[in-house]
């Protein structure tokens, strides 16, 4: 199973997924494709906006993504959104894969 967490601290976000889907083959497994390329294409897109300045922390292993960035501008709070929208509805969508973290 999935697991993520957005938290919020003042000035600064933290995104933290782990872990693998199970929902079939690697290879195969789209709940784990989903879910990967959101955070990538999240990290990519702060990073094609050069707004790399922003990232404080970036991991990106297998089964595993952390992104903690400053919110100092609203382009930054919306793509992190963008993120959690993303990430809530795959959650909606496969509850058995993919489940927030409290």
Known sequence: MITYKIINKGNESTVEVKGHAGYDDSGKDIVCAAVSTACIMTANLIDKLDLRYNILDLVCDEGYFRLQVKKDNSVIS???????????SLQKEYPKYIKIKN
């Open 78 to 88: 919306s793509i992190i959104d963008n993120l959690n929208e993303s990430l809530d």
